[in-house]
């Protein structure tokens, strides 16, 4: 059996973080929110999801690595780890058509 590549498991664990609606959605909305990070309250009032079952998604989220929590007095506010989560997507894509290019191009390219 081969050796755990520590690199796929750390991705595996962030495409888990983000396999749960509620999960997708917070990232959503911080993606969304000013550089400096979205406040819990503003992302409870967005989502409408009670404060308990946000706090362990965030959690949930920030463990992963694609959040950072950050406090401002009594205001935790959660901004995305866009180093982290870009390397999540540019892995997912980075093979793509990797021999076996289709005629017309890659099916990931734009096309105009």
């Not at 390397?87 to 058509?97: F, G, I």
């Amino acid at each position: 059996m081969r050796p755990a590549d520590p690199v796929l498991e750390l991705h595996v664990q962030r495409l888990k973080a983000l396999g749960h609606t509620a999960r997708l959605s917070i990232v959503r909305v911080v993606v969304q929110g000013p550089e400096e990070g979205t406040p819990v309250g503003e992302i409870l009032a967005q989502l409408g999801i009670p404060g308990s079952t946000l706090s362990h998604h965030l959690s949930e989220l920030t463990q992963a690595g694609l959040l950072r929590a950050t406090r401002q007095g009594t205001t935790i506010r959660y901004a995305v780890d866009f180093e982290n989560l870009r390397a999540l997507t540019t892995y997912v894509w980075q093979d793509c058509c990797r021999g076996g290019a289709r005629e017309g191009g890659c099916a990931c390219e734009e096309t105009s």
